[in-house]
C-alpha cells in the first residue's frame, strides 16, 4: 500500500511531529515528495504531494504566507518544514496561513535528512507496484486457465467479475452470449468491444460502477482469441457436417455407414432429431459460417447446406419463435423452415425434404406440413427437373423482361386456382379474355399447354422448381 501522511507521521525513525493542529488528508495517499527552496514552486507541483522544505528564502511573513498558498492551490497535501538551518522553528505565519487553508504542516529535525523521506515514501510505493504486478500477473493465470483447461467463456466471465466487483456480460451478434447477474436496463454499462476479425459486434460490458482496469484489457485480449477460435470451429463444423448431411438428403450415404457417419458428428440415430432450415439474403449467407446459436440450442448439430445454415435439433423444436428474434437481434432477416421429427438416416433425410417445403411458403417462421410426391420429385438428384424447368420456363421469363406482359404471375395463379380462367381474372383484376390470350401465348413460349393435364404438371414442376430457388 502507498504510504499515508497518518503512517509518514508516525515512523519513528524520522522523527517527525506535526506543527499544526489540523488532521486534514491524513489518509490519503503520498503521490511523491517534492524538495524546493522556491518562493513560488507550483510549476514544479502536480498535486498529491508531500512538499519539503528548510524556508531558507522565506524571510518575512509576507513569503511565508505566499508559499503554503501556492503549495495549497497546487493541491499538495502537507508541508514539512525542515528547521535549524534558516529557522529554528516553523515561522509563526507560516503555521497561521496553513490553518486557516486547512494544510497539515510538520516538523523536520536538523539530523533527518529529506532522501530519507523521500525514500521512505519511494519504497512504499515500490511495493505497492511491485504488489500490483503480482496481483496482475496471478489474475493472467487464472484467466487463461479457465480456457487452456476448458472451462470456457462462462468461466472467465465469472472470475473477472469476482476480480471486478460487478457483474458482466457477453454480448455478440446483438445477443447475450453469457452473463454473471442481472442484466435489466436499469443498470448502467461500461462497454468493452471485443475484436474478432468479423462483423459480429461483440462487446463486454461491465457493470458500473467500474474504474479502469489492467485486468480488463488482459481479459479482452483472451475472449477476443476464443471468440475468433469458435468462430473457426463452428465454420470447419458446419462445412463439414454440410457435406455429410447433403450425402445422406442425396441418397449417396445409407444404412451402417450413414449411421457412423451421423454418430461421428454427434447425431444419435436412435434419438429423434428435426431439421430446422434458415435462410437469410444473399449478401448476409457469410455471418450464418459462424453465428452462435441461443442456449436453448446447444445440444444441436449445425450445418451448412446450399449456403442455407441446418439446425438439427433433438427433439420437437419448441423455441422456434425465440430462434426468429434471434436472428432478427442479429440483424438478420431470417426465414425458418421446419421439419418433422424423426429417427434414423432416412428420417432425418424426410425431414430436410419437409423442411426446405416448407421454407417455400416465406413466411418468418414455417411449420412442418406433409410432405408431397411433388416435394420428392424436386429434391431427387436423380430427376432433371432444373433442366425442364428451365426449358419451359425461361423463355416464358425472358418474355416477361422484355415486354412487361406478367405471364409468369399469371401461370402461378392460374395452378394455385386450379385452372379457373375466371377465379384467376377476379384474383387479377384482368378481363377472362385476357387470362385466355396470356395462357395461349404461355403455351408458345413453354410448349407445354396448361389447358391440358400433362401440360398442367409439367408447368406445375417447373414452377415449384423455380420457387424452391
Known sequence: MAITLRTLLASRALNLRQAGSTTANEDTPIEWVAMTELEDPRPFLSGGEVVLTTGIRLKSATSQR???????????????????????????????????????????????????????????????????????????????????????????????????????????????????????????????????????????????????????????????????NQATLRSRSRDANGQLLSDVVAGLLTGADAELRLASAGIDVEAKWSILLIDVAPGQRRALRTLPLPSDFGQSV???????LVIMARAAPTQVDGLAEYFDAAGLGARIGVGGTYSKPSGLRWSYFEARESLTRGELVN??????????????????????????????????RKHDADLFRTLERYLELDGSVA???????????TVRYRLQQLSKLSGHDPATMAGRVHLYLAVRWVRLG
Open 302 to 308: 449445425t450445418a451448412l447446406v446450399e449456403e442455407r
Open 367 to 400: 411449420l412442418p406440413d406433409k410432405l408431397s410426391l411433388t416435394s420428392l420429385l424436386l429434391a431427387s438428384t436423380d430427376v432433371p427437373l432444373g433442366d425442364l424447368a428451365a426449358e419451359a420456363l425461361n423463355p416464358v421469363m425472358d418474355f416477361d
Open 423 to 433: 377465379a384467376v381474372a377476379e384474383s387479377m383484376d384482368l378481363h377472362r379474355n
Open 66 to 228: 505566499s508559499f503554503v498558498r501556492h503549495v495549497h492551490t497546487a493541491g499538495s497535501l502537507a508541508v514539512g518544514f525542515g528547521v535549524g538551518l534558516g529557522h529554528r522553528k516553523v515561522p509563526a505565519a507560516f503555521l497561521e496561513e496553513a490553518a486557516t487553508l486547512g494544510l497539515p504542516v510538520f516538523e523536520v529535525p536538523y539530523d533527518t535528512p529529506f532522501m530519507a523521506i523521500g525514500k521512505l515514501v519511494a519504497d512504499a510505493q515500490s511495493a505497492q507496484h511491485y504488489e500490483h504486478l503480482e496481483n496482475l500477473l496471478r489474475g493472467h493465470q487464472v484467466l487463461a486457465a479457465c480456457l487452456l483447461r476448458g472451462k470456457g467463456l462462462p468461466a472467465l466471465l465469472r472470475e473477472l467479475a469476482s476480480m471486478l466487483k460487478t457483474d458482466v456480460v457477453l454480448w455478440q451478434y446483438g445477443t447475450e452470449l453469457h452473463s454473471t447477474g442481472a442484466t435489466g436496463l436499469d443498470r448502467q454499462w461500461h462497454q468493452v468491444p471485443i475484436a474478432t476479425g468479423l462483423q459480429d459486434r461483440s462487446v463486454l460490458a461491465i457493470a458500473e460502477p467500474y474504474g479502469r482496469s489492467a485486468m480488463v484489457d488482459y481479459a479482452q485480449s483472451l475472449i477476443s482469441l476464443e471468440l475468433s
